[in-house]
């Protein structure tokens, strides 16, 4: 389950607040109530400045969260279906369903965020100086003459052409409709984006040292998370390459055992999780499936009531998402494991239960579809192992968010 906040949909997605947000809110109003307002605007008392950073925070991230729709908006009109943004740390993060297989729908995607943010700036900065012009109030005026700023230098920072950032996206998009090679596009714009993360990390550690702790560290992380991010963009190409063309049925396993929604838990953990040490399955219901039970299902019940605890009070009824067909290619499964925060779907053919599919499933048809030695001199398939497959928050992010991962500032 993803920790954090549901807010509210517009446009048909919903719109979520991580509680690591809460950190970087706290610190951009402090840094605007106690540093960029008194110099820019002095002359006010301390409370009208925390008034100034809390409601200029607020329209910050709404701003990014307007980049983030806009991207969204645009991915859904052309057939890459997004859920859910969540607002965290470093920003936003829309969730796809898959990766664009097109570089005219990637450029397309790519060129709406930075579209929407010098929208933004123009709107901000048209109202400023009707607001200057109608009623001379220096609390508004500076507000919005922050928000232009801001908005501007969201469009320059997201114009980088270093990949995962939009005009990485942009350049890997006419790299790619030039060349027709994605490997070979994303091998360039991932290398430049790592670049630009070292010189941002340089420069963290530049003001470290120059006594600007805060800001210094805070470049030093977005750096960290910029480079890891680039990098997981071009381990994602190799990884769709090595699975081209494999179904889900060529790596899911046949033999489902599947557990009654009727079942008391004792009963479940006695005869199903001892017995065939997986770590979920599928619940059934006259013969039609119901659910997914997992370990993590399980554990939230006390030991002392399993006996009068059943499968269906506690697992996870939302199977329609889970599903995936046994026609659908293997990188759809891992995308949708990866966006749900899932480690395995069942599948279906034709409304029936054939089989079920995991992360591991995928790495071993991996390892056979690979020779041992290509994968030896392969530093990207060490990380597979090591992260890709591990079910950590971090990672469940690095696939969905190699599309949108830029708004730090």
Same mark, same amino acid.
Request: glycine fraction near 8%.
């Given at each position: 389950?993803?920790?954090? /906040? ?8 919903q ?21 960029y ?13 925390? =008034?100034?950073?809390?409601? !200029?925070?607020? =329209? =910050?991230?709404?701003? @990014? ?5 806009s ?9 890459? #279906? ?10 936003? &993060? $829309? ?30 900065? &048209?109202?400023?100086? /009707?607001?200057?012009?109608? /009623? ?18 969201l469009?320059?920072f ?14 890997r ?13 994303? #091998? @360039?714009?991932?290398s ?7 010189? =941002? *990390? ?6 470290i040292l120059?006594?600007?702790?805060l800001?210094?560290?805070?470049? @030093? ?20 390459? $090595?699975?081209?063309? &494999? ?5 899911m ?27 979920g399955?599928?619940v ?9 039970l ?19 009070d506690?697992?996870? !009824?939302?199977?329609?998402?889970? *599903? ?8 759809? $499964? ?38 041992? $030695? ?5 530093r990207?398939?060490? @990380? ?26």
């Amino acid at each position: 389950m993803t920790r954090g /906040i549901k807010l509210f949909k517009i446009l048909g997605i919903q719109v979520s607040l991580d509680f690591t947000w809460f950190v970087v809110f706290s610190l951009v109003v402090w840094s605007l109530a106690v540093g960029y307002f008194p110099v820019q605007y002095p002359g006010q008392v301390g409370l009208t400045y925390f =008034l100034m950073g809390i409601i !200029s925070s607020l =329209l =910050l991230f709404a701003s @990014v969260l307007f980049h983030e729709l806009s991207h969204s908006h645009v991915a859904n009109k052309l057939g890459l #279906e997004i859920k859910e943004i969540t607002l965290f740390i470093f920003g936003g &993060v $829309a969730k796809l369903s898959k990766e664009p297989d097109d570089p005219m729908i990637e450029l397309k995607i790519a060129i709406a965020g930075p579209l929407s943010s010098v929208f933004l700036a123009a709107l901000f900065w &048209v109202l400023k100086n /009707i607001i200057e012009t109608a /009623i001379a109030s220096p609390f508004i005026t500076a507000i919005l003459g922050y928000l232009v700023m801001i908005n501007i230098v969201l469009v320059v920072f997201n114009l980088i052409p270093g990949f995962p950032l939009d005009g990485g996206r942009v350049l890997r998009a006419i790299l790619w409709l030039r060349t027709g090679d994605v490997q070979k596009a994303t #091998e @360039v714009t991932s290398s430049i984006g790592k670049g630009f993360a070292m010189l =941002l *990390i340089f420069f963290g550690i530049v003001q470290i040292l120059a006594a600007n702790f805060l800001g210094g560290m805070w470049a @030093v992380f977005i750096g960290l998370f910029l480079q890891q991010a680039a990098e997981s963009g071009y381990q994602q190409v190799l990884l769709k390459k $090595a699975l081209l063309g &494999v179904n889900v049925k060529d790596a899911m396993t046949k033999d489902v055992v599947t557990i009654s929604s009727d079942y008391a838990i004792a009963k479940v953990v006695e005869d199903f999780f001892f017995v065939y040490h997986f770590i979920g399955f599928p619940v059934v219901s006259d013969g039609h499936l119901v659910g997914m039970l997992t370990l993590n299902d399980v554990r939230t019940v006390p030991k002392q009531e399993w006996h009068n605890t059943f499968v269906k009070d506690v697992m996870d !009824s939302n199977i329609n998402n889970m *599903i995936i067909e046994a026609k659908d290619n293997v990188m759809d $499964a891992l995308t949708k494991m990866i966006s749900l925060e899932k480690g395995r779907l069942p599948v279906m053919d034709n409304n029936k239960l054939v089989g079920i599919i995991t992360r591991q499933d995928i790495m071993k048809l991996m390892v056979i579809k690979q020779r041992p $030695a290509d994968w030896r001199g392969n530093r990207y398939f060490a @990380v597979f192992r090591v992260n890709l497959f591990r079910r950590n928050k971090f990672i469940n992010h690095l696939i969905p968010a190699v599309n949108i991962l830029k708004k730090y500032l």
